[in-house]
């Protein structure tokens, strides 16, 4: 079974400027989250999608930060402009079962794009 | 919302046994999850508690006491590749988890 798939694996841009990140999850996982990690911290969910819809974006700096699950399939995370403090991975992650109806499954992550911001 | 404390830092010599815990504030809690990151690398799943007790998978082994919000990870045996981040991730009922620190753990000869 293949895993979770990101693009790029690394990114280096200059402040002000845009960036998009695209992640492809497990086949067949209706859940989908994106999380910010810095370093030396535990991953943090930015948002959480299930199938084509968000559960959970709470915590999204939705004045810079945009995300999109179009299909239900595969995401695009997008930070626009940069700043310097959004420096860190971007870890994506999937799960098999469905928000609110079962809740026992593990998360998959994949490889993340790390991002560093000049 | 949550709160997970974990230590930041442990080293054991190998073949030793150490103990990772990790003490939560939850205002919805479903499962106490365990994943290993080395550096440079993705989180990755080692265990899931949801009863309270003791939950065994080879040398890792987790405990759980939803009365004291309290789990800790136990690895036995350590071994040199054992040296990682180990993150303790509580989930809620929408399949959230909110993860700690991470506890870096350092494996030495």
């Known amino acids: 079974e293949a895993g979770v798939a990101q693009s790029p694996r690394y990114k280096i841009i200059e402040k002000r400027q845009s960036v998009a990140f695209w992640c492809n999850p497990i086949?067949?996982?209706?859940?989908l989250y994106w999380y910010q990690q810095i370093l030396g911290q535990g991953p943090k969910l930015l948002i959480q999608f299930q199938n084509n819809g968000v559960v959970d974006d709470s915590q999204l700096p939705k004045d810079r930060f945009s995300a999109e699950r179009l299909k239900g399939v595969d995401s695009t995370l997008k930070i626009q402009p940069a700043k310097l403090e959004d420096s860190a991975v971007y870890l994506c992650?999937?799960?098999?079962?469905?928000?609110?109806?079962?809740?026992?499954?593990?998360?998959?992550f994949g490889p993340g794009t790390r991002l560093t911001v000049t | 919302g949550q709160n997970i404390d974990q230590p930041t830092e442990m080293t054991a010599t190998e073949g030793a046994i150490v103990q990772i815990n990790c003490t939560y504030q939850?205002?919805?809690?479903?499962?106490l999850f365990w994943y290993q990151q080395h550096a440079g690398e993705a989180p990755t799943f080692l265990s899931y508690?949801?009863?309270?007790g003791l939950e065994e998978k080879g040398r890792f082994s987790s405990f759980l006491s939803r009365s004291k919000g309290y789990s800790y990870l136990l690895l036995k045996e350590l071994q040199m590749k054992d040296s990682a981040s180990y993150l303790c991730?509580?989930?809620?009922?929408?399949?959230?988890?909110?993860f700690g620190a991470g506890t870096q753990v350092v494996v030495t000869p």
């Open positions: 508690n949801v009863l309270d």
């Open positions: 939850t205002s919805g809690f479903n499962g």
């Open positions: 991730a509580v989930g809620d009922s929408w399949g959230k988890f909110q």
């Open positions: 086949s067949g996982h209706a859940t």
């Open positions: 992650a999937s799960r098999k079962g469905l928000a609110g109806v079962s809740t026992s499954y593990e998360q998959y």
